[in-house]
């Protein structure tokens, strides 16, 4: 079971075995989590705290957990990061 | 000759530890059973692999592999052994507590309150230019300065940076017109800057080395292109046979751009349009279909839901799918969303970042992404742009070509393509915009027009073997700009 970077917040679960999802998996996620959003063999979930994520987790072994992470538009313009100085 | 360094690397199966007897007997999985220890990588791939190149350990035949290769040598090794996973060997020491030095950044005392108007106007017709995005640096190393935007009269108001000479400034219009940049600007009040119009039978890097196709060359009929972005269009140039948007919580239904960068990726694949009144992608003919991932209200795009996009592409029958973006951590469920794709026959060309010579990014470093890199040419844009200081060593055989500055390098680059000064379709009109972005696109489309022209591979059945005679394909389709493998990968490909 890996977990990574765990917080408060939304949290992909990825089934690494082969579709369709477990059942009971599924009853248990369900049962510690708010199901948000579901794909072909992953699930985004909103999480309570770090401890439910991490015995969801432990009672997991063939998911994996992560936070969901955000990619911004690519851009090549650079940035101002400070006002200038006097 | 100094000889290169080689290094050790493990090749592994895409998913697991070792292929599993139920898997195809793909020309892969063949070729990899028969990498035993001492073999020479040469003696069993095509490509032109080094004597030094050579299996030093395996698990099983069916098994992991701990190859000794040339770094240079790995583009070509993934060219050849197309769905193979390859990881470079790493040891672990101890853990020892190490002390971290952190310098605070100090506030700053004080700051400069002297305001300044500036006037943009085309420099054509003297009309004002609104909604230009201007960065005025008073200290470029240190990102000191100050952005603001044009306004319906083409006046840009700045409050801390008058009365000094700035170090460097950046205008970037919306659309129909070119970027200005200048470096030790002297700013005055009331001060005009001229941009340059766009015009769209300006032969920018893309129409250098990739005219317009002529009647009768292939411009990617059958085959069918997937843009995961911001969405795509609507556009006069651009015909969208179907998508999504896979955002969490937003109409499915609706994959408009909610930028300006999915519409220009999508035009520098599919736009339909003629110079000088349109522009024209890589490949017209294409089926063109958009995923939009990027959220409504400016959060960004989740990982969810570009793995539910690359699901919906490949439930789609999409062959290639262009992601123009990343930079976040690797995760393993977007990763398997691309093996997936690789499985079913659909391959992945992914823009490798713009950090300037950093590593390349997630999930263009993920193995089974074609990760692209990008370069341009001295000439193809105008020399007071915004495009001026992305010229950077290494320059190419051909020494007008170059790296482009913000692209990232490594192991992982498979191509190169032209992404410096690209003009293409935006929501209203026309831009030139650069980036790895903008990189990716023009070789996807490249791709799809050469794989146009080979029906028997478009008919196999949607499978890993479908991939990787794809990659097989393009890999025969591909030249070296004289860059160096960590910067071009195979290099760039050609029609």
Request: hydrophobic share 45%.
């Given at each position: 079971m890996t977990i990574k970077v765990m917080a408060h917040g939304r949290y992909i679960l990825n089934f690494k075995g082969v579709p369709p999802l477990p059942a009971d998996d599924?009853?248990?996620?369900?049962?510690?989590?708010?199901?948000?959003?579901?794909?072909?063999?992953?699930?985004?979930v909103e999480g309570s705290d770090e401890t439910v994520m991490n015995e969801l987790a432990r009672k997991l072994p063939q998911w994996t957990v992560s936070k969901e992470s955000c990619y911004t538009v690519p851009t090549t313009r650079p940035r101002v990061q400070k006002t200038p100085k006097s | 000759m100094a000889q290169a360094p080689t290094q050790n690397y493990i090749l592994l199966p895409k998913t697991d530890m070792r292929f599993s007897a139920e898997s195809l007997a793909t020309t892969t999985r063949q070729a990899f059973s028969r990498l035993t220890v001492d073999t020479h990588l040469d003696d069993v791939l095509d490509g032109d692999l080094s004597s030094k190149a050579v299996v030093?350990?395996?698990?099983?035949?069916?098994?992991?592999?701990?190859?000794?290769?040339?770094?240079?040598?790995?583009?070509?090794?993934?060219?050849?052994?197309?769905?193979?996973?390859?990881?470079?060997?790493?040891?672990?020491?101890?853990?020892?507590?190490?002390?971290?030095?952190?310098?605070?950044?100090?506030?700053?005392?004080?700051?400069?309150?002297?305001?300044?108007?500036?006037?943009?106007?085309?420099?054509?017709?003297?009309?004002?230019?609104?909604?230009?995005?201007v960065v005025a640096f008073t200290n470029f190393e240190q990102r000191e300065g100050e952005q603001?935007?044009?306004?319906?009269?083409?006046?840009?108001?700045?409050?801390?940076i008058g009365n000094r000479t700035l170090d460097q400034i950046y205008i970037y219009p919306k659309a129909g017109h070119w970027s200005f940049w200048k470096q030790n600007f002297a700013v005055k009040t009331n001060d005009t800057i001229t941009l340059q119009p766009v015009k769209l039978d300006f032969k920018d890097a893309k129409t250098f080395f990739y005219p317009p196709a002529t009647?009768?060359?292939?411009?990617g009929k059958g085959v069918r292109v997937g843009v995961i972005d911001t969405g795509v269009g609507p556009h006069p140039d651009l015909t969208v046979a179907g998508g999504v948007s896979t955002v969490t919580g937003e109409d499915s239904s609706n994959f408009a751009d909610v930028d300006e960068h999915g519409t220009h990726v999508a035009g520098i694949i599919a736009a339909h349009g003629t110079s000088p009144t349109g522009v024209r992608g890589a490949a017209p003919e294409v089926e063109l279909y958009a995923y939009r991932v990027f959220s409504r209200n400016n959060a960004?795009?989740?990982?969810?839901?570009?793995?539910?996009?690359?699901?919906?592409?490949?439930?789609?029958?999409?062959?290639?799918?262009?992601?123009?973006?990343?930079?976040?951590?690797?995760?393993?469920?977007?990763?398997?969303?691309?093996?997936?794709?690789?499985?079913?026959?659909?391959?992945?060309?992914?823009?490798?970042?713009?950090?300037?010579?950093q590593?390349?990014?997630?999930?263009?470093?993920?193995?089974?992404?074609?990760?692209?890199?990008?370069?341009g040419r001295k000439g193809t844009f105008p020399a007071n742009t915004t495009d001026a200081p992305n010229v950077l060593a290494p320059f190419g055989t051909d020494k007008k070509n170059f790296v482009a500055a913000f692209s990232n390098i490594g192991p992982e680059v498979d191509f190169i393509a032209p992404g410096v000064g690209i003009i293409s379709s935006v929501p209203g009109g026309y831009a030139p915009m650069s980036g790895t972005s903008m990189a990716c696109p023009?070789?996807?489309?490249?791709?799809?027009?050469?794989?146009?022209?080979?029906?028997?591979?478009?008919?196999?059945?949607?499978?890993?073997?479908?991939?990787?005679?794809?990659?097989?394909?393009?890999?025969?389709?591909?030249?070296?700009?004289g860059f160096g493998p960590t910067f071009e990968g195979n290099g760039m490909l050609f029609v």
């Open positions: 599924m009853k248990l996620i369900r049962s510690k989590t708010h199901l948000v959003d579901a794909s072909r063999k992953s699930l985004l | 030093l350990d395996t698990t099983r035949h069916s098994g992991a592999k701990l190859v000794r290769v040339t770094a240079a040598e790995l583009p070509n090794l993934r060219a050849q052994l197309p769905g193979v996973r390859i990881v470079p060997e790493v040891f672990y020491y101890p853990q020892r507590w190490m002390q971290e030095v952190r310098n605070n950044v100090k506030p700053l005392q004080g700051q400069a309150r002297v305001s300044v108007r500036l006037l943009l106007k085309d420099a054509k017709t003297g009309s004002p230019v609104a909604d230009a995005t603001a935007t044009s306004n319906a009269q083409g006046v840009v108001q700045f409050r801390n009647e009768g060359q292939p411009t960004g795009a989740s990982n969810f839901a570009i793995i539910k996009a690359i699901e919906q592409a490949v439930a789609d029958g999409c062959d290639i799918v262009n992601m123009s973006l990343g930079g976040g951590p690797s995760d393993d469920a977007t990763e398997d969303a691309i093996s997936f794709a690789h499985e079913n026959g659909t391959i992945c060309f992914v823009a490798i970042g713009n950090d300037g010579r590593p390349v990014s997630f999930p263009a470093s993920y193995s089974l992404s074609l990760a692209v890199g990008a370069m023009l070789a996807a489309g490249v791709a799809a027009r050469l794989l146009s022209t080979e029906s028997s591979v478009l008919a196999m059945p949607r499978t890993a073997a479908r991939s990787e005679a794809m990659i097989r394909f393009l890999a025969g389709h591909v030249k070296s700009m």
